[in-house]
């Protein structure tokens, strides 16, 4: 899916081929300076810390920053768990954002072991937030499509 490295709060760089492990990823495209990413992020981190620990699945923050430090002090603020682009990786970033990107954050894209878009919080043009992506992937641990 991704190469390179990716930043863990947890294990610090870490080669990107770890997300290939995973049976599903949710790609997160966020900003610090974003009123809405902010309110979603807690019910993000709510999420990825009750089932993470049980299920095979990662996030990924694709940061939407203008700059590397409001980056950072956002994943510090919020204490974010998962994982992240660097935020000097534009290749990657960009590339992420072509493959899987909306020109709206918060936006979150979930992709199954292949890449595969199998949710997304975005349909038809409107946000439609990410209470449905997440119902998608709990759906998808209980063998329901």
Known sequence: ?????????????TPATYLDTKDHVLLYFAASWCAACQQ?????IQFYTAYAPHQN???LLVPEDRSAEA????????????????????????????WYGTDTIPYLVLLDQRGRVLASSVRDGA?????PVLAALRHRWQGRP
């Open 40 to 44: 979603v992020t807690p019910l993000l």
């Open 127 to 131: 946000n439609v937030g990410p209470l």
């Open 71 to 98: 980056m950072q002090a956002y994943i510090q603020r919020a204490a974010l768990p998962w994982a992240s682009v660097p935020f000097h990786d534009g290749q990657a970033r960009r590339q992420l954002q072509a």
């Open 57 to 59: 699945f990662e996030m």
């Open 1 to 13: 899916m991704l190469h390179g490295t990716v930043y863990h709060r947890d294990h610090g760089p």
